[in-house]
């Protein structure tokens, strides 16, 4: 198995972080490049040894080597010239696209690692935080729900970016709990066009760094015990080394700074078919960085997992 050489723009940002610690412990990606806007000539933090340099990320400036992959871990509508740079430079390399940009273009290839075959295309966008573990949440239910799925969500500020704005600031967080895009959140309309039709998402930031935990109600189409659903659930991702299916509610200090995901807590309300379960994913992880990895794995013909666990 030959190793590839990954491209890296947009390593200065918390995804981008993690997604550097991953491949430089990955035995067959080795990150070649790294592209920064606010940090070129500053040495990548690597515990490798790899004397690495970010590079200039400006357009103009921007020097493409032989790369076999490229990782875009841009801000959302920024994607689009390196895109096209890319294609010039190399048509065969292989793009993820971390941002919201293509996740609704028919064009690239949208895959949650878990829920979806092997990468067919060399055009890969990557789902949402919160829309993964909405889906994570949803792939085993869709065909016994009835009318919406109504799920509420908070996430650590660490989602907001680390430029400065008003879903992390410290200040604004401190003994609170902030709401935001309480209708038609972008993650809500992908969750949507990817897994279930009728959907309604409100997201919070809490007063933590990272982790999502997410709490979903569901009207089910029959009666089912807790012991069914579980059941359900744990046969459906029996196979899947990165999901945990347990009767107990998620604690958030169990994923944080992990690949995981736990889903657990089924509870249901007998009289009107109602269930409520909770899921718990680290953002920066499995909610972003995680599932880059794993995408890059499957493009290049391997096992998804390879280089996580």
Not at 135 to 146: D, E, G
Not at 196 to 216: D, E, S
Request: charged share 20%; proline share 4%.
């Amino acid at each position: 198995m030959d190793a590839k050489k990954i491209g890296l723009l947009g390593g200065r940002g918390y995804v981008g972080q993690e997604i550097v610690e991953l491949l430089a412990n990955h035995k067959h990606l080795n990150i070649t490049s790294v592209f920064s806007s606010s940090a070129a000539g500053q040495p990548v933090d690597l515990d490798t040894g790899n004397d690495l340099l970010y590079q200039d990320l400006s357009i103009d400036k921007i020097d493409l080597s032989d790369e076999d992959a490229f990782i875009l871990a841009l801000p959302n509508n920024e994607s689009q010239d390196y895109i096209d740079l890319i294609h010039r430079h190399n048509p065969k390399a292989i793009i993820i696209d971390l941002s919201s940009d293509h996740r609704f273009d028919d064009a690239w290839e949208y895959r949650v690692p878990e829920l979806c075959e092997k990468v067919q295309s060399s055009k890969i966008s990557n789902p949402g935080c919160y829309a993964s573990a909405m889906q994570f949440m949803l792939a085993p239910l869709k065909n016994i729900l009835v009318g919406p799925a109504n799920l509420y969500g908070i996430s650590g500020y660490s989602g907001a970016g680390a430029t400065p704005n008003a879903r992390n600031d410290q200040e604004a967080l401190k003994d609170s709990v902030l709401p935001y895009s309480l209708v038609s959140h972008l993650h809500e309309k992908e969750v949507k066009a990817h897994s279930y039709p009728k959907i309604l998402f409100t997201p919070h930031v809490g007063n933590f760094f990272r982790g999502i935990m997410m709490t979903g109600n569901f009207i089910l189409s029959e009666p089912m015990s807790s012991d069914e659903i579980y059941n359900l659930f744990a046969e459906y991702y029996d196979s899947m080394q990165l999901i945990c299916i347990q009767q107990e509610l998620p604690k958030l200090q169990d994923v944080q700074n992990t690949s995981n995901v736990i889903i657990g807590g089924f509870t249901v309300d007998q009289e009107i078919k109602r269930l409520t379960f909770c899921c718990a994913l680290d953002n920066l992880l499995k909610g972003a960085a995680t599932q880059t990895v794993q995408n890059l794995n499957s493009a290049f013909g391997w096992e998804d997992n390879l280089g996580i666990i």
